[in-house]
T-cell receptor, first 116, second 111 residues
Framework: KAGVTQTPRYLIKTRGQQVTLSCSPISGHRSVSWYQQTPGQGLQFLFEYFSETQRNKGNFPGRFSGRQFSNSRSEMNVSTLELGDSALYLC???????????????FGEGSWLTVV | GQQLNQSPQSMFIQEGEDVSMNCTSSSIFNTWLWYKQEPGEGPVLLIALYKAGELTSNGRLTAQFGITRKDSFLNISASIPSDVGIYFCAGLHANTGKLIFGQGTTLQVKP
């Protein structure tokens, strides 16, 4: 079955703009989580959605938001982009909510965002 | 942000050597996951561990879930050049349910 699919793979935006990234989880998976990866900070948790509800949120400003649709596909949005938002944004999917016992989490290939 | 303590930070070894890396924390985890990430790609799951004391193998890779639930290790035997990459541990925090990542171990293998 298809893995976690993220689009777009690469994009360049200008400071002040906004961006929307998309993630399609593995078929049947209802949990989608988003992470930001940068060389200096490593992998940082943004938020998790399960059955269209945000279950958990990391320590990111309100400019970072997300949502999940009824087919479990998820989008994340970053408004008023800053240079420091340049990063690899990773989406992960799992069958059950992230904290569930026995759960396994799979990542997509990521979306590379460069803010200039 | 909150992270696991993963060591070593980097390793440069000869092909054929065995490799060992570990992650420790003061917190308790319900699940340990080990991933490998290659340049420009997302992390790929290598091994998942669900019970304290669990020892699981995947080919030349072996990982264990520490008895205290606060640590895990990954061993790679007889390394080959394609083992090159960054290896991450990740633990599902028992209290918050969040997936917490180690800082990564960069592995380079000399043919």
């Amino acid at each position: 079955k298809a893995g976690v699919t993220q689009t777009p793979r690469y994009l360049i935006k200008t400071r002040g703009q906004q961006v929307t990234l998309s993630c399609s989880p593995i078929s049947g998976h209802r949990s989608v989580s988003w992470y930001q990866q940068t060389p200096g900070q490593g992998l940082q948790f943004l938020f998790e959605y399960f059955s269209e509800t945000q279950r958990n949120k990391g320590n990111f400003p309100g400019r970072f938001s997300g949502r999940q649709f009824s087919n479990s596909r998820s989008e994340m949005n970053v408004s008023t982009l800053e240079l420091g938002d340049s990063a690899l944004y990773l989406c992960a999917s799992s069958l059950d909510p992230q904290g569930s016992s026995g759960n396994t989490i799979y990542f997509g290939e990521g979306s590379w965002l460069t803010v200039v | 942000g909150q992270q696991l303590n993963q060591s070593p930070q980097s390793m440069f070894i000869q092909e054929g050597e065995d490799v060992s890396m570990n992650c420790t924390s003061s917190s308790i985890f319900n699940t340990w996951l080990w991933y490998k990430q290659e340049p420009g790609e997302g992390p790929v799951l290598l091994i998942a561990l669900y019970k304290a004391g669990e020892l699981t193998s995947n080919g030349r890779l072996t990982a264990q879930f520490g008895i205290t639930r606060k640590d895990s290790f990954l061993n790679i035997s007889a390394s080959i050049p394609s083992d090159v990459g960054i290896y991450f541990c990740a633990g599902l925090h028992a209290n918050t349910g969040k997936l917490i990542f180690g800082q990564g171990t960069t592995l380079q293998v000399k043919p």
